[in-house]
């Protein structure tokens, strides 16, 4: 390589050169902000209404039952997210894949609307149509990735929070949209005569809207410009190497002990978050007497509160620029902490005066008056103890709506410069599986739990494994850094001659200083 300071006497001689460097294109960015919203609320934007309408459709369905159809949607994500993911990186573009995505989730959607007009049994067609919605949820991956390599490392952090800020708005507002239907009802109006427009199949109609919408803005307004991809130059030979192909051969391997932990902090994430959903209408009209559509609005308006926590969190990161003021690191292990006091504070103490409110199949005469815990589905009720419902919703706005949305940045912006300045869409498939896997074993570990030891057992579990994870950060706090990679003279290319060369208008190779590491 060589020398700035070099005499004009010197044989090797140096040119210097201005050459382009890679913008973020900010309006891409922006669109994938918005597709990562469409995608994430079609997981959630059911969960307020999607047991009650279960139990409407078919009452002999169970929590048990109820926890496979949360599953399968996850199931359906753990196939397409690493697919996309592959198929993305080997055509290179995420375009197609988002589309394939966007057309399967309006499958799903529009099935669910249809459950009514099923001959065989509903319950086993809403289990299939929330296959087919997962499947196409995992075209988040792609939007995640793009936001990684279509951003410089000095956008990084702002470009991640976009797309995580879409996607977690999408996660904790879906259920608050369910508020704005309602009013509607049950069974609603009928729409062609046959179709019904209800509380239950409104969010349905909402997700098939957004799925469109989707579709036309990624046709008309989004562009794949890689500005955090360091890659040879199709036109390069091994005999006239550029920057690039140098740069390529200096980039070293991500730190795999890193990664895995990312991937745990995903999968823990993930895995509070669906058992909080999964069970939260049958565990507020167990534990607080609330009857099915109470149970709805108040799950709904709870969800509203922490969208608006949600939004201010991301709005420090994205305006405020608060990844200044505390580093990704402190700001995960800081949120594993929160959601550990948020069980604690919410947990059914023995030591709590009173029970719960108790019911049977003979102490009922209207359905509408079947509120509180069934001793003919549950043998815990006469030990529990209740939780204060003003103490519960309060812990769980707060402390949700600040914790989720700081790992959600964190952990991703961190995932993706570990990683460094390579193609991820594997890797970010990978990261998204984990909390796939996440959303299919909770919902079925959680509905198990709580269904044979109550709520208690299902507190112990989360417990047990956020504090596994947050273990895992304190003993591999000094390895969750971003990538370190070697100096390379950004203006001179070794040629194999021992000469050198310039090569015009190449992006400059991203390296990272150690002050940039120790901040994070």
Request: hydrophobic share 45%.
């Amino acid at each position: 390589m060589g020398n700035p300071k070099q005499k004009p006497s010197d044989k090797k001689s140096i040119i210097s050169i201005d050459y382009d460097e890679p913008q973020t294109d900010w309006r891409s960015i922006y669109v994938a902000a918005a597709l990562s919203f469409v995608g994430s609320a079609q997981f959630s934007l059911y969960f307020s209404a999607l047991w009650p309408y279960l139990q409407i459709l078919d009452s002999t369905s169970t929590e048990q039952f109820f926890g496979y159809i949360v599953a399968i949607y996850s199931v359906g994500q753990i196939i397409s997210s690493p697919t996309f993911g592959y198929w993305s990186n080997a055509i290179k573009q995420v375009r197609i894949p988002l589309y394939v995505g966007l057309f399967l989730m309006f499958l799903g959607n529009a099935l669910y609307i249809a459950l009514e007009l099923a001959t065989f049994p509903k319950k086993y067609l809403m289990f299939i149509c929330r296959f087919i919605t997962g499947a196409g949820s995992g075209n988040v991956t792609l939007l995640r990735t793009y936001a990684s390599t279509a951003s410089t490392f000095k956008d990084r952090p702002r470009a991640i929070a976009f797309v995580t800020c879409g996607q977690a708005l999408g996660m904790t507002c879906g259920p608050a949209l369910q508020l704005i239907f309602t009013p509607l009802g049950y069974p609603g109006f009928q729409l062609f005569h046959t179709l019904t427009i209800n509380l239950y199949t409104a969010p349905a109609y909402l997700a098939c809207a957004m799925n469109v919408f989707g579709a036309i803005a990624l046709k008309f307004l989004f562009k794949e410009n890689y500005a955090g991809i360091i890659e040879p130059s199709p036109s390069s030979s091994p005999a006239k190497p550029t920057m690039a192909t140098s740069a390529i051969a200096s980039l070293p391997m991500y730190d795999i002990t890193a990664v895995l932990v990312c991937y745990c902090t995903r999968f823990t994430q993930m895995f509070i978050n669906t058992n909080l959903e999964t069970i939260g209408s049958a565990f507020s009209m167990m534990m607080f007497n609330f009857s099915e559509t109470k149970a709805v609005t108040y799950t709904a308006a709870a969800q509203g509160c922490v969208g608006i926590f949600t939004f201010l969190t991301y709005f420090a990161y994205i305006g405020l620029k608060l990844e200044t003021y505390i580093s990704s690191r402190k700001a995960c292990m800081l949120s594993l902490v929160m959601l550990i006091i948020f069980h604690l504070v919410t947990y059914s103490w023995p030591f709590i005066p009173g029970h719960v409110e108790i019911h049977n199949s003979s102490s009922v005469i209207a359905a509408e008056l079947r509120v509180g815990c069934n001793t003919d589905k549950f043998s815990w009720c006469e030990e529990l103890a209740p939780v204060n419902v003003y103490l519960y919703y309060a812990a769980y706005i707060i402390v949700i709506g600040f914790a989720f949305p700081i790992m959600n940045i964190t952990v991703t912006t961190l995932f993706s410069k570990i990683l460094g300045p390579r193609r991820q869409g594997t890797q970010q498939g990978i990261f998204q599986v984990s909390g796939g896997v996440a959303r299919m074993i909770g919902p079925i570990a959680v509905s198990m739990l709580y269904t044979e030891f109550g709520p208690r057992m299902a507190w112990n579990m989360e417990i047990f494994v956020i504090g596994a994870t947050l273990l895992a950060w304190c003993f591999f706090y000094r390895r969750m850094i971003p990538l370190q990679i070697p100096s390379i003279d950004p203006e001179i290319c070794v040629m194999p001659t021992g000469g050198t060369k310039i090569v015009p208008n190449t992006p400059k190779p991203r390296t990272m200083s150690s002050t940039s590491a120790s901040n994070e």
